[in-house]
Structure formats: structure tokens, C-alpha cells
């Protein structure tokens, strides 16, 4: 196994992705009844942003680094101008965990920002297949945190936590497309098996946008047979059919919050301008099935 997230950590689609995760979980915890999350690719947690792969890649600059830099020029210029709400919020925990955990040149992985905002009655499994991935994610996890690092195929841990004692949770699938075709075929199979255990849960399943064309037969085909309300959400930096390699980045999303259609369609044209992309780029939310409210 080659893929290294450390040299994508703090991308434009780990932002895309990271700022859907927070939000996703902010609009569940509307209710005070506990949570379950389940990250089933959950990386190292945290990532070094000025040495090593992210160094050498500088990925990050052009992402993470550019919307809390845009965040905080905004917040300083004039503190109503923040751009949409769910970017202020996730340059809040990004910011805050990298203080709390003297961390300020390194970028949080999923696990570790789901971490942060889980309460005393939600409950997180993050699961990792490579050992030293592993390791590391569980060392940053560490003891008191509220999401368990779980050594483990994340396929199989999906099937058999579900459903969970809680009834209510939010489920990341996040594989690294090492393999597309079978990243592609495996993800679309595991909403439709999460969902036959686990009726009412939100997945959130993440995909890269390469050529528009096969993103809408994959979704096209995703939704055949879905009896939930599904959407996918969609950022891309250069145009779908470009041939520059990762040029969007794209969430699939079911049993949505309440609103989640019309909020993504505010934060995503403005992390598209945090981004400096909006020339290049665009957004698109697009209802896959079933009433999307
Ligand atoms: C895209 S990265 C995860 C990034 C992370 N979710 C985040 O947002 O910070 C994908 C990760 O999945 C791991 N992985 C690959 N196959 C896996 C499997 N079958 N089960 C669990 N983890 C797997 C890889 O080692 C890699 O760390």
C-alpha cells in the first residue's frame, strides 16, 4: 500500500471535506441526544505540515493554510465579514486545536476534528489499516479522547458496528481511490450496506471529481435503489473535464441535516473564493434521491 495522506493533508479537498465534517456534526448536535461517529479511513490524525510529504508537496499552502489565513484577515478587517459561517467555525477548531495542542504547524486529520467537537454523550471509532498510520493516530488520540482509534479494515468495521447503540450517527467514508474503480465500487457499496443496517444514519461518503462524466454515471448509478434523501456536494479548483489529476472534490451525503442542500450552497462558493479558485473553478449540489429539505 503506497497512498501517504501526509502529502494531501490541509489540500482544497481536505478543506472541502473537513468543513462539511464539522458542519455535519454541528447540525446533529442540535440535539442533545448522544451521537455515534465512525471514521472508517481515519489517517494519522495529525500531519506536519512543514516537514516531510505535506513540505514537500505544498499542498497545504494552497488549501488549509490559505483559508485560515483568509479567515483571519476577514475576521481582522471587519469582524462581520467571516464568509459563511461554517468556514469561520472550522478555521475556530483548526485554530484552537493547533493552540491547545501545541501543534501550530501541523494540520488535524478527521478523527481529530471530529474529536474535538464530540460531547461527554457522543462516542467516535476511527479506524486505520497501515500499522504506522495507526500507531500514530492512536498516540494522538491519545487516552481521554472520545474517539477510539481502532486498528482494522474500515470495509469491515463499517459492517459490523452497525447499527449502533446510540441510533444516531454520522458515518465518514473516506478511502484513499489508491484502487479508483474499486474505491468507487467499494464506497457506492457500502452506503447501500450501511444503510440496509442502518436505515437512518447520515453517511458521508467523499470522492474525487476527475472527469465530470464518469462522476455522474458513479452518482447516477449510486442512486439507482437508494430510498433515502441523498445529495452530493461538489468544490472543484480546475474545470471537471481538465486533465490536471484531482480537480474537485466531492461529498455524497445521505440523510442530510435539515438545510444541508441551500448551507452547502453558501459555504462552498465562499471556500471557493478563500480558495483563489473561483476563476477556474465552481460548485454544484446535486440531489441524487428521495426529499432533500
Ligand atoms: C484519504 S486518507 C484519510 C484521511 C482522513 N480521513 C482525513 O480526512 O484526515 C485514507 C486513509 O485510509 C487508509 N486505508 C486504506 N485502506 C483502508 C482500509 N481498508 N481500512 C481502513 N483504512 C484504510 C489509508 O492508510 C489512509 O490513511
Not at 89 to 100: F, H, L, S, T
Not at 185 to 202: C, D, K, Q
Not at 228 to 250: K, M, Q, T, V
Amino acid at each position: 500500500m503506497k497512498y501517504r495522506h501526509a502529502f494531501h493533508a490541509g489540500n482544497f479537498a481536505d478543506v472541502h471535506k473537513h468543513v462539511a465534517l464539522l458542519a455535519l456534526l454541528r447540525a446533529m448536535q442540535r440535539k442533545d441526544k448522544g451521537l455515534f461517529f465512525l471514521d472508517t479511513h481515519a489517517g494519522r490524525g495529525r500531519y506536519a505540515l512543514g516537514s516531510g510529504d505535506a513540505r514537500t508537496s505544498g499542498e497545504a499552502q494552497h488549501g488549509a493554510l490559505a483559508v485560515l489565513a483568509a479567515q483571519r484577515t476577514a475576521r481582522n478587517a471587519d469582524p462581520t465579514v467571516a464568509g459563511a459561517p461554517e468556514l469561520a467555525d472550522y478555521a475556530g477548531v483548526v485554530e484552537a486545536w493547533r493552540r491547545r495542542a501545541d501543534a501550530r504547524h501541523d494540520y488535524p486529520g478527521s478523527a481529530v476534528l471530529a474529536a474535538e467537537l464530540l460531547r461527554p454523550q457522543d462516542r467516535g471509532i476511527a479506524v486505520e489499516t497501515q500499522p504506522a498510520e495507526f500507531e500514530a493516530l492512536r498516540r494522538t488520540l491519545g487516552r481521554v479522547a472520545r474517539v477510539t482509534a481502532e486498528h482494522g479494515d474500515g470495509w469491515l468495521r463499517l459492517r459490523a458496528l452497525l447499527p449502533p447503540a446510540e441510533r444516531r450517527g454520522l458515518l465518514l467514508i473516506d478511502p484513499p481511490y489508491e484502487d479508483t474503480k474499486g474505491d468507487f465500487r467499494a464506497g457506492a457499496g457500502a452506503v447501500h450496506e450501511a444503510l440496509a443496517r442502518f436505515a437512518t444514519g447520515v453517511i458521508a461518503l467523499w470522492y474525487p471529481v476527475k472527469d465530470a462524466r464518469d462522476t455522474d454515471l458513479w452518482l447516477a448509478a449510486l442512486a439507482r435503489g437508494l430510498h433515502r434523501p441523498a445529495l452530493a456536494a461538489e468544490l472543484w479548483i480546475h474545470p471537471p473535464d481538465s486533465r490536471a489529476g484531482l480537480n474537485g472534490s466531492g461529498l455524497v451525503v445521505v440523510n442530510p441535516p435539515y438545510q444541508w442542500a441551500e448551507r452547502c450552497a453558501a459555504w462552498q462558493p465562499a471556500l471557493l473564493r478563500a480558495l483563489g479558485a473561483e476563476s477556474s473553478g465552481g460548485t454544484r449540489v446535486v440531489s441524487l434521491a428521495g426529499e432533500n429539505r
